[in-house]
């Protein structure tokens, strides 16, 4: 038996890679830097200061990780106030989990 089950938010609950990748394009776009499929890979699921510290590399500095997770997480509160789009079952196996008196929590990587 399980003592706790952790659930990870983003690709799990809610599916927000889609926007994480909109987001990053974006805001490089912005900055005059055209974000390829092999950067996405790059930053794919890495905690933020990992993918602003790559950001800023790809601009040579002229935008500080500081800055761009700035930018980033400001977009992504914008994006993710409306409509999220949910994975299918995340839910129910949530309650599932709750029926069996198991205590659970939602985990993420991502800034509160």
């Known amino acids: 038996m399980f003592e706790a089950v952790l659930f990870d938010m983003d690709g799990l609950f809610i599916d927000s890679e889609p926007d994480w990748h909109a987001a990053e394009t974006e ?3 912005s900055l ?7 950067d996405q890979l790059q930053c794919l ?3 933020l200061s ?6 800023s590399n790809c601009l040579a500095g002229a935008k ?3 800055d761009l ?3 980033i997480v400001n977009e992504m509160v914008r994006r993710l106030s409306g409509q999220v789009a949910k994975m299918p079952g995340a839910l129910e196996f949530s309650r599932l ?3 069996e008196n ?3 929590a939602l985990v993420s990587a991502s800034p509160r």
């Open 102 to 104: 198991i205590p659970q």
């Open 69 to 71: 997770a700035t930018l």
């Open 32 to 38: 005059g830097y055209n974000w390829a499929p092999g």
């Open 97 to 99: 989990v709750a029926n």
């Open 27 to 29: 805001i490089m776009k």
């Open 64 to 66: 500080s990780p500081e």
């Open 50 to 55: 990992r993918v602003t510290e790559y950001m």
């Open 45 to 47: 699921g890495g905690p």
